[in-house]
């Protein structure tokens, strides 16, 4: 069977069971479009900026666990994708992003809308190839997609010459059976069982266990085994920003999530722990703060990971376990199972000073009657939504306010951008979880910053009919920004005021879709009961004007510990 390249890349994602692909056309990619329009079964998603398709095939791979794909022309239209590859890579998101190229033979002669694209992704990828031979084409897709899901995933880019997607070849299907063997990669999916067991033991010994999960859980859908193990071992849980819904909120050992932004019995807890079980998590500067502070305490750690490089990356490693989070687990479990009982006794005075933190009620706020409070939106987001919705959001104090106010029971229903911090993911990340989940609740918890960076997407909802529920908490200013600058700066607030923001109701129906402006607090319940009932097949934009001087709390300040967290005012 002779194909051409752009036919062999349908193949390719036809069995990889490709739903979507999410792009925009340009000269270099026309005979895959070409392609793209003579099959059926796989839907182009046509969005309004490239970064928005990278971050559309991100929302996807989130929410479903599968790999995303976005497709996107040469020079810029690959040099826009950038942001949206470097923030899948930073949170280790499964996505397969095909770019164009200009023809083989003007490779390296500054041909009209070339870019060195596997030059300027090499620092953000898990891999990339540029593929110069059409014969090459189906086993390099196979690789791609492999790469993209397995070990720790990722996002790998694609780079097609123009020329490579017109020539033909002939098509063996053969490549699809074939087992794919790469030598130089081969993630370690089970733990050791010596260091099983050395872990096992140190958990049931311990007289202040913690358990502090990240992505990992989630990315791996090992939820179920990390719930086990906590109550069979009975022991307190944080999961990280990335990690909520990784463990039930509503269970009576989880304490919130750690950190910077992180609960005060949380932190205390991670601090002070003997024995911290660290979950496919990273150990970073947002969830620990000063390493030297950290390591103050005398505490044994037992880290599992299935990437090695990020054990022992920034915190010494007592017990390093390798291997893919679910199964390690599953091991884990066996292992504590086979064994003695965990003994109650050991951690009874540790669950009441854990309880004495508790009342510190870290997250309490002052209600008013005049301004909208953030915390009361959120809250009652998730009593209206009954915590079903999947929420995404943007960066900044939203995204913390969303973070530590709405209560995650289940794994893929918090989409964010946690390492990279990406401003305008909230949209785009709500437009492939609602193609991929046509039948659920999807909100996009915003601020007036972040939502400009992509809010052209607003056109690529209605041209798809996404009945996405946009909250923004729109405070006038860059709130994150701010409130650093009211904390450190001297109340100095250089660039950090919005001024001249649009008229977001009109806005929004200029787009076609419904637009509501909230001012009261006793408005708020009942225009979001209005937006998931009375228009619940429709996108409703929902301006919220909350409170311009609140500040999202607990706060560790930079290069601080997270002993050292600063509390609400009236607790100073």
Same mark, same amino acid.
């Given at each position: 069977?002779?194909?051409?390249?752009?036919?062999?890349?349908?193949?390719?994602?036809?069995?990889?069971?490709?739903?979507?692909?999410?792009?925009?056309?340009?000269?270099?990619?026309?005979?895959?479009?070409?392609?793209?329009?003579?099959?059926?079964?796989?839907?182009?998603?046509?969005?309004?900026?490239?970064?928005?398709?990278?971050?559309?095939?991100?929302?996807?791979?989130?929410?479903?666990?599968?790999?995303?794909?976005?497709?996107?022309?040469?020079?810029?239209?690959?040099?826009?994708?950038?942001?949206?590859?470097?923030?899948?890579?930073?949170?280790?998101?499964?996505? %397969?992003?095909?770019?164009?190229? %200009?023809?083989?033979?003007?490779?390296?002669?500054?041909?009209?809308?070339?870019?060195?694209?596997?030059?300027?992704?090499?620092?953000?990828?898990?891999?990339?190839?540029?593929?110069?031979?059409?014969?090459?084409?189906?086993?390099?897709?196979?690789?791609?997609?492999?790469?993209?899901?397995?070990?720790?995933?990722?996002?790998?880019?694609?780079?097609?010459?123009?020329?490579?997607?017109?020539?033909?070849?002939?098509?063996?299907?053969?490549?699809?059976?074939?087992?794919?063997?790469?030598?130089?990669?081969?993630?370690?999916?089970?733990?050791?069982?010596?260091?099983?067991?050395?872990?096992?033991?140190?958990?049931?010994?311990?007289?202040?266990?913690?358990?502090?999960?990240?992505?990992?859980?989630?990315?791996?859908?090992?939820?179920?085994?990390?719930?086990?193990?906590?109550?069979?071992?009975?022991?307190?849980?944080?999961?990280?920003?990335? #990690?909520?819904?990784?463990?039930?909120?509503?269970?009576?050992?989880?304490?919130?999530?750690?950190?910077?932004? #992180?609960?005060?019995?949380?932190?205390?807890?991670?601090?002070?722990?003997?024995?911290?079980?660290?979950?496919?998590?990273?150990?970073?500067?947002?969830?620990?703060?000063?390493?030297?502070?950290?390591?103050?305490?005398?505490?044994?750690?037992?880290?599992?990971?299935?990437?090695?490089?990020?054990?022992?990356?920034?915190?010494?490693?007592?017990?390093?376990?390798?291997?893919?989070?679910?199964?390690?687990?599953?091991?884990?479990?066996?292992?504590?199972?086979?064994?003695?009982?965990?003994?109650?006794?050991?951690?009874?005075?540790?669950?009441?000073?854990?309880?004495?933190?508790?009342?510190?009620?870290?997250?309490?706020?002052?209600?008013?009657?005049?301004?909208?409070?953030?915390?009361?939106?959120?809250?009652?987001?998730?009593?209206?939504?009954?915590?079903?919705?999947?929420?995404?959001?943007?960066?900044?104090?939203?995204?913390?306010?969303?973070?530590?106010?709405?209560?995650?029971?289940?794994?893929?229903?918090?989409? +964010?951008?946690?390492?990279?911090?990406?401003?305008?993911?909230?949209?785009?990340?709500?437009?492939?979880?609602?193609?991929?989940?046509?039948?659920?609740?999807?909100?996009?918890?915003?601020?007036?910053?972040?939502?400009?960076?992509?809010?052209?997407?607003?056109?690529?909802?209605?041209?798809?009919?996404?009945?996405?529920?946009?909250?923004?908490?729109? +405070?006038?200013?860059?709130?994150?920004?701010?409130?650093?600058?009211?904390?450190?700066?001297?109340?100095?607030?250089?660039?950090?005021?919005?001024?001249?923001?649009?008229?977001?109701?009109?806005?929004?129906?200029?787009?076609?879709?419904?637009?509501?402006?909230?001012?009261?607090?006793?408005?708020?319940?009942?225009?979001?009961?209005?937006?998931?009932?009375?228009?619940?097949?429709?996108?409703?934009?929902?301006?919220?004007?909350?409170?311009?001087?609140? +500040?999202?709390?607990?706060?560790?300040?930079?290069?601080?510990?997270?002993?050292?967290?600063?509390?609400?005012?009236?607790?100073?």
């Amino acid at each position: 069977m002779t194909l051409t390249g752009a036919e062999i890349l349908i193949k390719c994602l036809h069995h990889e069971k490709t739903e979507y692909v999410f792009g925009y056309p340009g000269g270099a990619v026309l005979f895959l479009y070409d392609a793209l329009f003579q099959q059926d079964g796989i839907r182009h998603v046509l969005v309004r900026h490239e970064q928005a398709a990278v971050h559309a095939a991100d929302g996807y791979a989130r929410s479903t666990g599968k790999t995303g794909v976005a497709l996107v022309t040469s020079g810029p239209g690959a040099t826009n994708a950038v942001t949206g590859i470097a923030t899948a890579y930073y949170d280790s998101i499964p996505i %397969v992003v095909i770019s164009g190229q %200009v023809a083989t033979a003007f490779i390296g002669q500054d041909a009209f809308q070339e870019v060195d694209t596997v030059g300027v992704t090499r620092p953000c990828v898990k891999h990339n190839f540029l593929v110069r031979d059409v014969r090459d084409l189906a086993l390099t897709l196979k690789k791609a997609f492999y790469l993209a899901r397995s070990g720790r995933p990722g996002p790998v880019v694609v780079d097609i010459p123009k020329d490579v997607s017109a020539a033909a070849c002939e098509f063996d299907e053969n490549v699809f059976s074939t087992e794919l063997s790469m030598r130089s990669y081969n993630p370690v999916i089970r733990g050791h069982h010596g260091q099983i067991k050395k872990a096992a033991q140190m958990l049931l010994e311990a007289r202040r266990p913690m358990i502090y999960a990240g992505g990992g859980v989630v990315l791996s859908d090992s939820a179920e085994e990390l719930t086990r193990l906590a109550r069979l071992l009975n022991v307190p849980v944080t999961t990280t920003l990335m #990690g909520l819904g990784g463990f039930p909120a509503s269970d009576k050992r989880y304490l919130g999530m750690p950190g910077m932004h #992180g609960t005060y019995e949380a932190n205390m807890s991670m601090h002070h722990s003997d024995v911290l079980l660290a979950i496919g998590a990273r150990f970073d500067d947002r969830v620990i703060g000063n390493v030297e502070h950290f390591a103050s305490e005398q505490r044994k750690i037992i880290h599992i990971d299935v990437d090695p490089a990020s054990i022992s990356k920034r915190v010494k490693v007592d017990t390093p376990i390798v291997g893919n989070v679910k199964d390690v687990l599953e091991q884990l479990i066996r292992q504590l199972e086979s064994g003695a009982a965990p003994n109650p006794a050991n951690t009874a005075e540790w669950w009441k000073r854990i309880e004495e933190w508790r009342t510190r009620q870290c997250l309490a706020y002052k209600p008013s009657t005049e301004l909208i409070k953030p915390q009361f939106v959120i809250q009652k987001l998730l009593e209206i939504t009954g915590g079903e919705a999947i929420i995404t959001s943007d960066v900044g104090q939203h995204q913390m306010w969303t973070a530590q106010y709405y209560r995650f029971e289940q794994p893929r229903r918090w989409l +964010n951008s946690g390492g990279l911090g990406t401003m305008g993911v909230g949209l785009p990340y709500a437009m492939g979880a609602q193609l991929a989940h046509p039948g659920k609740t999807v909100a996009c918890v915003t601020g007036e910053g972040s939502i400009q960076m992509n809010i052209q997407e607003l056109s690529t909802c209605r041209q798809f009919r996404l009945p996405i529920k946009i909250c923004l908490l729109n +405070n006038r200013y860059l709130g994150m920004v701010r409130q650093w600058q009211q904390m450190f700066h001297g109340q100095r607030y250089s660039g950090s005021y919005m001024d001249s923001l649009p008229d977001f109701v009109k806005l929004a129906e200029a787009y076609g879709h419904v637009g509501i402006r909230v001012d009261k607090p006793g408005d708020v319940e009942a225009a979001l009961r209005e937006a998931f009932t009375t228009h619940k097949n429709e996108l409703v934009f929902l301006d919220f004007q909350i409170d311009r001087s609140e +500040n999202v709390y607990p706060m560790v300040p930079g290069g601080k510990g997270l002993t050292e967290m600063v509390l609400p005012a009236e607790e100073l």
